[in-house]
C-alpha cells in the first residue's frame, strides 16, 4: 500500500510564503514524476508544478517566478515552495506521483490541504 500525505496548508496574507511538503511512504520500488495540483471552489482541478525523477521542473503560468518545486528522493518527499502569495491561489493543493514496487507502476494521489490567502 502507498500513501502520499500533505502538509504546510494554512492561512497567509497577500504577498506571504508557504511551503508544502508531500511524502510518500510504503511499498515503493521507485519514484518518477511528483506534481502538485490545485483546486480552487468551483474550477476543475489544474497542474500547478511538476518535477522529474531527474529533476527537471516544469511550472503553470500563473505560479512561474513565484512557486518552486524541489524533491528529497532519499526521503521520497516532493516540496512547494509558494511565495508573493495571491488571493487567486487559494485551492486545496494536492500532491500527485508515479509510483513503482510490486504491483507494477502507478500514479498516487495525496488527500490535500488547503491554502488560503486573505487579507
Known amino acids: 500500500q502507498v500513501q502520499l500525505v500533505e502538509s504546510g496548508g494554512g492561512f497567509v496574507q497577500p504577498g506571504g510564503s508557504l511551503r508544502l511538503s508531500c511524502a510518500a511512504s510504503?511499498?515503493?520500488?521507485?519514484?518518477?514524476?511528483m506534481r502538485w495540483y490545485r483546486q480552487a471552489p468551483g474550477k476543475q482541478r489544474e497542474l500547478v508544478a511538476q518535477i522529474s525523477s531527474g529533476g527537471s521542473t516544469a511550472y503553470a503560468n500563473s505560479v512561474k517566478g513565484r512557486f518552486t518545486i524541489s524533491r528529497d528522493n532519499a526521503k521520497n518527499t516532493v516540496y512547494l515552495q509558494m511565495d508573493s502569495l495571491k488571493p487567486e491561489d487559494t485551492a486545496v493543493y494536492y500532491c500527485?506521483?508515479?509510483?513503482?514496487?510490486?504491483?507494477?507502476?502507478?500514479?498516487?494521489w495525496g488527500q490535500g490541504t488547503q491554502v488560503t490567502v486573505s487579507s
Open positions: 510504503g511499498s515503493i520500488f521507485s519514484i518518477g514524476a
Open positions: 500527485n506521483a508515479d509510483i513503482a514496487n510490486q504491483l507494477g507502476q502507478d500514479t498516487y
